[in-house]
């Protein structure tokens, strides 16, 4: 049983350019959301799909923007890339059906802007 | 709004030691709390999670306590091994949907 995979795992952007990141969610898995580590930092919550839909969002500019897929994958795009965007990028799936809401994260792309 | 310390930062120990990381929240309203650990570099691994009606969970050298009332959780790891360097994080979520307020991270070195 594959848990969540993420593509790609390396990203190199010029800052001002636009970057699309991939989430395939755990088997059985409906809930996708999305987080960003910066170095030394705890992953911050950017938002969350379910049934298509956003359905919570953190505190990050309408650059950051995302869509889920009737498969339950997600993509997260950033537009007008900064250099402050350069982070570790987190998926984590879970599912209601699931009673303990237990969420499991990918490996993460490392996405670094010059 | 929540918020979530750990304390220190970080730890270096001597093989064989226990090692306890303290995680504390500032909304004891949380639905659930997690473990994870993060190797350099990789993504985060799920230790221990903690539903807000349990005061610990216990995985073979890992135990995990929760005090909502104190806005508190330990983590204990026995007999430490080298292979246990990493960074521990700690985090709450407030609802049923998932949301994580994370730690910074306790960053451990063990020595062998």
């Known amino acids: 049983d594959a848990g969540v995979t993420q593509s790609p795992t390396h990203l190199i952007k010029t800052r001002g350019q636009q970057v699309t990141l991939r989430c395939s969610p755990k088997?059985?898995?409906?809930?996708v959301s999305w987080y960003q580590q910066a170095l030394g930092q705890g992953p911050q919550f950017i938002f969350q799909?379910?049934?298509?839909?956003?359905?919570q969002r953190g505190n990050f500019p309408d650059r950051f923007s995302g869509h889920q897929f009737p498969n339950y994958s997600s993509e997260l795009n950033v537009n007008a890339l900064l250099l402050g965007d350069s982070a570790l990028y987190l998926c984590?799936?879970?599912?209601?059906?699931?009673?303990?809401?237990?969420?499991?994260f990918g490996p993460g792309t490392r996405l670094t802007v010059t | 709004k929540q918020e979530v310390t750990q304390i220190p930062a970080a730890l270096s120990v001597p093989e064989g030691e226990n090692l306890v990381l303290n995680c504390s929240f500032t909304?004891?309203?949380?639905?659930?709390l997690q473990w994870f650990r993060q190797d350099p570099g990789k993504g985060l691994t799920s230790l221990l999670l903690?539903?807000?009606?349990?005061r610990e969970q216990t995985s073979g050298r890992l135990n995990a306590s929760l005090d909502k009332s104190s806005g508190r959780s330990t983590l204990y790891i026995a007999a430490s091994q080298p292979g246990d360097s990493a960074t521990y994080l700690c985090?709450?979520?407030?609802?049923?949907?998932?949301?994580?307020?994370f730690g910074a991270g306790t960053q451990v070195v063990v020595t062998p």
């Open positions: 799909y379910y049934e298509e839909e956003e359905r």
């Open positions: 985090a709450v979520t407030t609802d049923s949907w998932g949301k994580f307020q």
């Open positions: 903690i539903q807000s009606s349990q």
């Open positions: 909304d004891s309203a949380i639905y659930n």
């Open positions: 088997s059985g898995h409906d809930t």
């Open positions: 984590a799936s879970s599912s209601p059906s699931e009673s303990s809401y237990e969420q499991y």
